[in-house]
């Protein structure tokens, strides 16, 4: 009796590969299951190693928010007096806005950074009403946006 074996040469190989019809279609595509199983967190996947890095990403994650705080409280600063402090244009004769501010602030600062601390400044505006942050500062007193910077600072 013949057996049904097919030999084909692959790309970039010398020799046949010797497969059988039954085989091939016997195995299962890599990417058939792989919508329907989760992917175990990495401490699980790969024990130590895993908790290891998971650490590590933690520590990032909050050592990029402390940043992030560190340079809100740094922008706050450079408006806390009201002399300082303007509507309508970011910058002008030494005095800013809030994102005029937060912009003076980061200029040694990372993108991360002043990502974050944008979005968090974003995020307060919006839990007020305010479409962006230079519509509250805008539209608000100066008060108000010394408000707006503590409660971005005091985010979880």
């Given at each position: 009796?013949?057996?049904?074996?097919q030999?084909?040469?692959?790309?970039?190989?010398?020799?046949?590969?010797?497969?059988?019809?039954?085989?091939?279609?016997?195995?299962?595509?890599?990417?058939?299951?792989?919508?329907?199983?989760?992917?175990?967190?990495?401490?699980?996947?790969?024990g130590w190693?895993?908790?290891?890095?998971?650490?590590?990403?933690?520590?990032r994650?909050?050592?990029r928010?402390?940043?992030?705080?560190?340079?809100?409280?740094?922008?706050?600063?450079?408006?806390?007096?009201?002399?300082?402090?303007i509507?309508?244009?970011?910058?002008?004769?030494?005095?800013?806005?809030?994102?005029?501010?937060?912009?003076?602030?980061?200029?040694?600062?990372?993108?991360?950074?002043?990502?974050?601390?944008?979005?968090?400044?974003?995020r307060?505006?919006?839990?007020?009403?305010?479409?962006?942050?230079?519509?509250?500062?805008?539209?608000?007193?100066?008060?108000?946006?010394?408000?707006?910077?503590?409660?971005?600072?005091?985010?979880?």
């Amino acid at each position: 009796m013949a057996t049904n074996v097919q030999e084909d040469y692959m790309p970039f190989d010398t020799e046949p590969s010797t497969t059988s019809p039954e085989t091939v279609h016997a195995t299962t595509s890599p990417c058939s299951d792989a919508s329907d199983t989760a992917r175990p967190a990495p401490s699980t996947r790969f024990g130590w190693l895993g908790r290891i890095i998971g650490r590590a990403r933690d520590t990032r994650k909050a050592n990029r928010t402390a940043r992030a705080i560190t340079l809100l409280r740094n922008a706050r600063a450079l408006i806390a007096d009201e002399k300082d402090w303007i509507q309508g244009v970011y910058e002008r004769d030494g005095r800013r806005c809030a994102i005029g501010a937060l912009m003076a602030a980061s200029r040694k600062t990372d993108r991360t950074t002043r990502r974050l601390a944008n979005e968090r400044l974003l995020r307060v505006a919006r839990e007020v009403g305010y479409h962006s942050v230079e519509s509250m500062n805008d539209s608000s007193s100066h008060k108000e946006v010394l408000a707006m910077f503590d409660a971005a600072i005091a985010l979880k």
